[in-house]
C-alpha cells in the first residue's frame, strides 16, 4: 500500500511539473522583466542565463559541476547530475530599480519569471538538461518636454514639444542539451537552443503648435532562429582534499534571419492626413560570439571558490541601420565581465540543518555592449549574498530552496544611472524518479 502512494505521489509531480512548464513558457513570453531605458537600445537588455545556486554567487558557474543542481552556463556540467535523479529547477525574481539623471530621481518595482530548468542522468556518464531562459528583456516608458524658440505662425508665443519614448518584448530560448564524460576528469557538452521573440519600440514627438506636424516612429523586429552553445570542463586532484575545474565555453555568434523596420508617420492636426514612409534594416539582426573562461577550487566539498571571465563579441556585429534614416549613434562594442564568488557548506549530508545550508557570495564588473553618440554605456558594478536552504522531511531530504539578494549599479555620468536591489527565489526539485520501488 506504501509503494503505491509513493508511486501516486510521484506520477501527480510530474503533471505538476509538465503543467508548471507550459505555464512558464507563456509566463516567459508575455513579462519584459525590466524597467530600463537602456532597454531601447540594440536588442534588449541582456539577461543573466544562470540558476538558482549560481545567482546566489552573482552569477559565478564556468567551472562548477553540481550534482544535484543544474549549471547552465556550461552544458559540460551536466556529465556531474547524480544518477536515478531527476531534477526541476525554476525562479523568480523581484526588484526595485532608482533611476537618476540630472539631479532627477525615480524608482520602479518589477517582478518576473527568471527561468526554468530541469535535468536528469541519462546513461552512465551522460547528463541530459531542458528548460525556458530570458535571452534579452526589453521594457520602458517615458517622456520628455522641451520648448521651442517660437511658433510656426511667427508669433512670440512659445511652443512646446513632448517626447514620449516606449518599448515592450524581448527574446526568449528553450534548449536541449547533454554533457558527457569521455574519461574521468573530463567533460565536454553541447546547449542546442530555440531562440524566438519580438519587439515594439515607439518614438512620438507631439507639439503644442496645432499647425506642426506630428511625427511618431515605430521600430519592429521578429525572431525565430537558433543559438548554440559549447562547454568543457576539466578537473585534477591537486592534494586529498583539493581539486581544480578548468572551464571553458563558447557560443556560436550568427546572423537571424530577421531585419528591423521602422515605420514612421507625419500627421497633420489641421487636415487629419498622414504620410507613413517604412524604412527597412540594412542589416539582419545579430547574436554575438561569445568566449567563457573560468576555474574553480574545491575542498572537500566544503568550500568552493571560483573565478569567471567572458568575453562577448558584440563589436564584430553590425550596427542597426535604416534606409533613408540618418544614424541613430548607436554603435556595438566588445562587452567583457569579470566574476568572483564562492560557495560554503560545513556538511551537506551532515544531521544538524545549519551544517547542511549552502552559503553564497559574488562579485563582478561588465562593460556596456554599446555605445551612445560615441559615449561608452553604463559600466555595471554588482554583488551578491545568498542561502541554499535544504528541504527536510520524511520523503525528500535533497531539495533546496535558493534565496539570494543582490546589488547592481549601472553608472554613467553622461547619461541615466541605474541602482537596482533585486531578491532573487528559485526552487530545486530533486527525486529519484528512476529507482525502482519494491513492493511491501
Known amino acids: ?75 559540460a556540467s551536466y556529465a556531474s547530475i547524480d544518477s536515478l535523479s531527476f531534477i526541476f529547477d525554476a525562479g523568480i525574481s523581484g526588484h526595485i530599480t532608482n533611476y537618476s539623471e540630472g539631479g532627477v530621481k525615480v524608482n520602479a518595482k518589477n517582478a518576473n519569471f527568471e527561468y526554468l530548468v530541469a535535468g536528469f542522468r541519462a546513461a552512465k556518464h551522460l547528463g541530459v538538461s531542458f528548460g525556458i531562459l530570458p535571452y534579452t528583456n526589453i521594457g520602458y ?27 515592450s518584448g524581448g527574446l526568449h530560448q528553450i534548449y536541449l542539451g547533454v554533457g558527457w564524460s569521455p574519461v574521468k576528469g573530463l567533460a565536454v557538452g553541447v546547449n542546442g537552443s530555440y531562440l524566438w521573440g519580438d519587439y515594439t519600440r515607439s518614438v512620438v514627438n507631439s507639439y503644442t503648435d496645432a499647425y506642426a506636424n506630428t511625427l511618431s516612429r515605430y521600430y519592429s523586429a521578429s525572431v525565430n532562429s537558433y543559438k548554440v552553445d559549447f562547454g568543457l570542463q576539466y578537473t ?57 573562461v573560468g576555474v574553480m577550487w574545491n575542498r572537500s566539498n566544503k568550500l568552493k571558490l571560483g573565478v569567471d571571465y567572458q568575453l562577448q563579441k558584440w563589436g564584430a556585429v553590425s550596427d542597426p541601420q535604416y534606409a533613408g534614416m540618418q544614424n541613430h549613434g548607436l554603435v556595438y562594442s566588445d562587452r567583457h565581465k569579470l566574476t568572483l564568488g564562492g560557495e560554503i557548506c560545513p556538511k551537506e549530508n551532515g544531521r544538524n540543518f545549519l551544517e547542511r545550508v549552502h552559503y553564497r557570495f559574488g562579485a563582478s564588473y561588465a562593460t556596456n555592449y554599446m555605445k551612445i553618440n560615441n559615449q561608452d554605456g553604463p559600466k555595471e558594478y554588482s554583488v551578491s549574498a545568498g542561502f541554499g536552504i535544504p528541504i527536510m522531511n520524511g520523503y525528500n531530504n535533497r531539495s533546496l530552496l535558493n534565496i539570494s539578494a543582490q546589488w547592481v549599479k549601472q553608472d554613467c555620468k553622461a547619461f541615466v544611472t541605474e541602482n537596482t536591489f533585486r531578491i ?3 526552487l530545486t526539485f530533486n527525486e529519484r524518479w528512476f529507482a525502482k520501488w519494491k513492493m511491501e
Not at 512548464?21 to 532597454?39: D, K, R
Open 1 to 75: 500500500m506504501e509503494s503505491k502512494i509513493k508511486t501516486r505521489i510521484r506520477e501527480m509531480k510530474k503533471v505538476l511539473i509538465t503543467a508548471s512548464m507550459v505555464a512558464a513558457t507563456v509566463a516567459a513570453q508575455a513579462q519584459s522583466g525590466t524597467n530600463s531605458p537602456y532597454s531601447q537600445y540594440g536588442l534588449g537588455s541582456l539577461s543573466e542565463q544562470a540558476g538558482g545556486f549560481n545567482r546566489g554567487m552573482n552569477g559565478l558557474g564556468q567551472g562548477f559541476h553540481e550534482h544535484n543542481q543544474i549549471n547552465y552556463l556550461n552544458p
Open 141 to 167: 516608458e517615458y517622456s520628455s518636454t522641451n520648448k521651442l524658440g517660437g511658433s510656426s505662425t511667427g508669433s512670440s508665443s512659445t511652443t512646446s514639444y513632448v517626447n514620449s519614448y516606449s518599448g
Open 236 to 292: 585534477r586532484k591537486i592534494t586529498k582534499k583539493d581539486e581544480l575545474t578548468l572551464g571553458l565555453t563558447y557560443s556560436l555568434g550568427h546572423k537571424l534571419g530577421a531585419a528591423p523596420e521602422c515605420n514612421e508617420i507625419s500627421n497633420n492636426s489641421q487636415t487629419g492626413v498622414a504620410d507613413t514612409t517604412l524604412h527597412k534594416g540594412l542589416s539582419e539582426l545579430e547574436i554575438p560570439a561569445v568566449y567563457g
Open 424 to 426: 532573487n527565489i528559485g
